[in-house]
């Protein structure tokens, strides 16, 4: 096998790829969609950075010192209300960003997807690594928000959960955001996506204000939504409350099934 | 050996079938070249044997083990150089470079060595810290044959892939092509430059309408058809035709009484002839 690059007038090397297990092959999957991730990263750091403030920044100034006084938020500051909320929401518009956007543009437009479906690594493991780069680039929005809002004058508590709890929800997100893009069939479907997914949810799960008030039958739509369980979870670790186990659980199980409905339709599709 | 067996594919929404009941034998250490006109599924059938498109019935098998998705053991065999452009270009060559052997799970340090050997063959080596979007259409393409290459797989599926290359990148890319087979690869590869698939190829099989209709040497082909090729300039525009002995086609000449030119017979002319019967 080495002398035929040498033939050529390649020089040739000799490649022992042969027993690689199948555990092996998991690892070189989810280690490569994350080096892409964090080349992308490398690439774009600036605009990937000011992209994930402007939104978050907006929401605190215009909501922490505008509309802020007005809200009721059982004593405590409006902002230490708030920046939880906006927390949960960087992360989930960041991880689900990086991916879908990025995977379509692969997919459709570049077609560079194709020697992903053509290469020797298990899908899944791609995908599921392509997840947990979206989930850590959802936690570095998080982080950052975190970080100017001290600027802000909060004074939330943070702990080792409330990183947790910020990667699940990006993982959650990133997974949805392999879904829609593997789904998708052109660039306007992710917008759409967006649309009626994303934006849905940045308003009504508990990010901006307490939604206990809200008519019984919307609030169970409401708690199903994974956002909400995120920002319950940052507030209440926020405010040094307990949290519910069941949230966290919540978000795998989603996780889980988003990355299992990805596989599924990605096996079946007889051309992507 | 590489067996396509009676496979059909038939795109979602497509009315018509994009292959037919394919049924096709490629031996290892062959170069084997699949010619046809445009929209004949030269692109599909290559897909299905890179599992980029699955097929709507039938199989392929790589040395007995039939092909899928899941099979990574036989993907890992084969390369596959795809007629459009399939590259990151938010990436730099040497990152291009770097994916396909990360997911090949090459060692890094063979990676960056042997990235800089098939940049350096590709002739674009200067460009390995640009990003893929600042190179030319010749350039890319010479990137996605260095890219193939470098898992250095066991067949190697190559559509069109001098298409857009300077004269002396394509010679270049077809002396690699004779050089890879020599040394035991296994070649499939579509071109509409007959004239190498003439030069580079064991055997042909001519596909048109998701059908193939002849496989053979090109060689023979060219003799089955007439390896004397006699072109007459009739009236608008110049007519070939082939005779198989020295004795029919100086007949011909001494009969016609008009200008002729003689020459040899090409596997372009099977290839027009077969095609122009096809197209009525
Ligand atoms: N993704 C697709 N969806 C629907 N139809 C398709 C798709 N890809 C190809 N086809 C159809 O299948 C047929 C074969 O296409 P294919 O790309 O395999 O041709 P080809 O021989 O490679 O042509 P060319 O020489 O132009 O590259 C064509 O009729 C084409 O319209
Ligand atoms: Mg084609």
């Excluded at chain 1, 994303?198 to 039958?217: G, K, Q, W």
């Amino acid at each position: 096998m080495n002398e035929q690059l040498t033939a050529a007038g390649i020089p040739a090397e000799e490649i022992t790829t042969e027993s690689k297990s199948t555990f092996s092959r998991w690892l070189d999957g989810i280690r490569t969609a994350i080096w892409e991730k964090w080349v992308d990263f490398r690439h774009e750091w600036k605009k990937i950075t000011a992209s994930a403030l402007v939104s978050p920044l907006l929401y605190m100034v215009a909501l922490g010192w505008g509309l802020g006084s007005m809200v009721n938020t059982g004593g405590r500051p409006y902002i230490d209300f708030l920046v939880p909320g906006i927390i949960a929401l960087a992360t989930m518009n960041t991880a689900f960003s990086s991916v879908s956007v990025s995977l379509n543009v692969q997919r459709l437009f570049e077609r560079s997807f194709d020697q992903i479906i053509i290469s020797p690594v298990p899908m899944a493991s791609y995908i599921f690594g392509q997840m947990i780069g979206g989930a850590l680039r959802g936690m570095y929005a998080g982080v950052l928000i975190f970080l100017i809002s001290l600027l802000f004058g909060t004074s939330i508590h943070v702990n080792v959960l409330f990183f947790v709890v910020m990667f699940l929800n990006g993982l959650v997100f990133a997974s949805l955001g392999v879904l829609a893009s593997v789904i998708a069939s052109s660039h306007l479907d992710i917008s759409r996506f967006s649309t009626f997914v994303i934006t849905p949810m940045t308003f009504l799960c508990n990010t901006m204000f307490p939604v206990d008030r809200m008519p019984a039958a919307v609030a169970v739509i409401i708690n199903c939504l994974p956002l909400t369980h995120t920002s319950r979870m940052l507030r209440a670790i926020a405010y040094t409350e307990s949290i519910n186990v069941l949230s966290i659980i919540y978000l795998i199980v989603l996780a889980a099934v988003f990355i299992a409905l990805t596989n599924v339709i990605i096996s079946r599709k007889s051309n992507l | 050996m590489i067996q396509i067996k009676d496979v059909t594919k038939k795109y979602p929404k497509a009315r018509k079938y994009a292959l037919e009941n394919v049924s096709l034998d490629i031996n290892t250490g062959e170069a084997f070249g699949i010619l046809g006109p445009n929209g004949a599924g030269k692109t599909t059938l290559m897909s299905i044997i890179t599992t980029l498109v699955l097929p709507t019935a039938g199989s392929v098998t790589v040395d007995g083990e039939k092909l899928s998705r899941q099979r990574i053991d036989i993907k890992k065999k084969i390369s596959f150089v795809t007629q459009h452009i399939s590259i990151r270009k938010d990436m730099t060559v040497a990152e291009v470079m770097e994916l396909s052997g990360r997911l090949y799970g090459l060692p890094g340090k063979m990676i960056k060595k042997r990235s800089m050997q098939l940049l350096e063959f590709t002739g674009i080596a200067d460009k390995a810290k640009s990003t893929a979007r600042g190179l030319s259409g010749g350039q890319q393409r010479k990137l996605m044959i260095a890219r193939a290459l470098l898992s250095d797989p066991e067949i190697l599926v190559l559509d069109e892939p001098t298409v857009g290359l300077d004269p002396h990148a394509r010679r270049k890319i077809w002396d690699m092509l004779i050089g890879l087979k020599l040394k035991g690869l296994t070649l499939l590869l579509t071109t509409h430059y007959i004239e190498e698939a003439e030069s580079v190829c064991d055997r042909v099989a001519f596909i048109s309408g998701g059908r193939v209709s002849d496989i053979d040497t090109p060689a023979n082909m060219i003799s089955d058809m007439g390896s004397f090729a006699i072109d007459v300039f009739e009236g608008e525009r110049t007519k070939s035709y082939f005779f198989k002995s020295a004795e029919e086609a100086e007949g011909f000449i001494k009969t016609s009484g008009k200008p002729v030119k003689v020459r040899d017979s090409t596997l372009e002319d099977v290839f027009l002839k077969k095609m122009g019967t096809e197209l009525g």
